[in-house]
C-alpha cells in the first residue's frame, strides 16, 4: 500500500516551547492531508485538512492559531505546536488519500510529550 | 449520541477462534466503510475497504456491509496472536465538498489473540 512517514517519531519538549511536525507521503501525490490527534485508549479525532497552495481548514474546537499547518509541496505537511502546555500531548497522526478521497493511509504517528 | 458507535471490549479468544467486530452508525450520508488495525504506539493500517452493501473477502479477514440497517462487521477467521491490536471501523460520505477525505472513526475494540 501507499507510504505515508512523520517526524520526528517522538518528541519530549518544555512547556512554552513550539515543536513542528512532518507528514510526508512517499510514493504518491497528496494535494490534500490530515492531521489528527488520538489521546490514550481513544478514538482518533480530526483536527484539520491540510490543502496545497491554500489555507488549512480546521475542525470546530480546534485553535488554528495554536495548531499552524502548512502544506509546502505535494507530500509534505507540517503540523507545529505553538507555546506547547502538558494538555497538548498526545499521539498525532497524518494521514494522505492516495488518489481516492475515501480511503486514507496514515503515518506511525509522533507521541508528543509537553513536559 | 455518537455517529459511530463500537463496542471497546476488550476481547479476548483463543487462537484459531473466528472474531466478530461490529460498528453502528446513525449518519446516513455515510457511503465508504473502511477497517483499520493499530498496534499499540503506531499509525492504523488499512485492512479493508468497501462501498457497497454485502460481503468482501480478503484472506482471513471479510467485511460485511448493511447499509438498511446501518451495521458493518469485520469477521478474522483462523484468528493469530498477530491479530492481537486495536481495530476502528471509519466512515466517509466520500469525495467533494466539505467532507472530502474526513473520517469518522469508532472508538475501537481492543482484542487479544492467546496461544
Known amino acids: 500500500g501507499a507510504v505515508v512517514s512523520q517526524h520526528p517519531s517522538r518528541v519530549i519538549c518544555k512547556s512554552g516551547t513550539s515543536v513542528k511536525i512532518e507528514c510526508r507521503s512517499l510514493?504518491?501525490?497528496?494535494?490534500?492531508m490530515f492531521w489528527y490527534r488520538q489521546f490514550p485508549k481513544q478514538s482518533l479525532m480530526l483536527m484539520a485538512t491540510?490543502?496545497?497552495?491554500?489555507?488549512?481548514?480546521?475542525e470546530q474546537g480546534v485553535e488554528k492559531d495554536k495548531f499552524l499547518i502548512n502544506h509546502a509541496s505535494l507530500t509534505l505537511s507540517t503540523l507545529t505546536v505553538t507555546s506547547a502546555h502538558p494538555e497538548d500531548s498526545s499521539f498525532y497522526i497524518c494521514?494522505?488519500?492516495?488518489?481516492?478521497?475515501?480511503?486514507?493511509?496514515f503515518g506511525p504517528g509522533t507521541r508528543l510529550t509537553v513536559l | 449520541q455518537k455517529e459511530v458507535e463500537q463496542d471497546p471490549g476488550p476481547l479476548s479468544v483463543p487462537e484459531g477462534a473466528i472474531v466478530s467486530l461490529n460498528c453502528t452508525y446513525s449518519?446516513?450520508?455515510?457511503?465508504?466503510f473502511m477497517w483499520y488495525r493499530q498496534y499499540s504506539r503506531k499509525g492504523p493500517e488499512l485492512l479493508m475497504y468497501?462501498?457497497?452493501?454485502g460481503n468482501k473477502e480478503d484472506g482471513r479477514f471479510t467485511a460485511q456491509v448493511d447499509k438498511s440497517s446501518k451495521y458493518i462487521s469485520l469477521f478474522i477467521r483462523d484468528s493469530q496472536p498477530s491479530d492481537s491490536a486495536t481495530y476502528l471501523c471509519?466512515?466517509?460520505?466520500?469525495?467533494?465538498?466539505?467532507?472530502?477525505?474526513?473520517?469518522?472513526f469508532g472508538q475501537g475494540t481492543i482484542l487479544t489473540v492467546h496461544p
Open positions: 494521514s494522505a488519500p492516495p488518489g481516492r478521497a475515501d480511503t486514507q493511509y
Open positions: 491540510s490543502n496545497e497552495g491554500s489555507k488549512a481548514t480546521y
Open positions: 510514493d504518491f501525490q497528496a494535494t490534500t
Open positions: 471509519a466512515m466517509s460520505v466520500g469525495a467533494g465538498g466539505t467532507s472530502y477525505g474526513k473520517l469518522t
Open positions: 449518519n446516513s450520508a455515510f457511503q465508504y
Open positions: 468497501t462501498y457497497s452493501s
